[in-house]
């Protein structure tokens, strides 16, 4: 049984930091795209960043570059967000998801991905 668990949100202030974790357990992790989506109220779910099952390769939704890094722990079976200089737009429900083989463009897709967490909140307060 696959499962993603999302740690980390919380209510922050503007220019703010925060790290969300996302622990994987029964999927062989190295196979797996990583991805992060977020969901506002009101708005559809959107790509943030992904960390290739190929290795090395980062892909950010352009609101997030430059501010969001993603990284990925194989032999933890873990992908963390780290997300610096937050903004109230920022604010969201934050999503950890899975895509099997998952390359470009296609993981930039939500409908691509396999598996899901139950997100984490994030509050940006300005």
């Known amino acids: 049984q696959v499962q993603l668990v999302e740690s980390g949100g919380r209510l922050v202030q503007a220019g703010g930091s925060l790290r969300l974790s996302c622990a994987a357990s029964g999927l062989t992790f190295i196979r797996y795209t990583m991805g992060w989506f977020r969901q506002a109220p009101g708005k559809e779910r959107e790509f943030v960043a992904a960390f290739s099952w190929r290795g090395g390769s980062t892909y950010y939704a352009d609101s997030v570059k430059g501010r969001f890094t993603i990284s990925r722990d194989n032999a933890k079976n873990m992908v963390s967000l780290q997300m610096n200089s937050l903004k109230p737009e920022d604010t969201a429900i934050y999503y950890c998801?899975?895509?099997?083989?998952?390359?470009?463009?296609?993981?930039?897709?939500?409908?691509?991905?396999?598996?899901w967490g139950q997100g984490t909140q994030v509050t940006v307060s300005s």
């Open positions: 998801a899975a895509d099997l083989w998952g390359d470009y463009p296609r993981l930039l897709r939500a409908n691509e991905y396999e598996y």
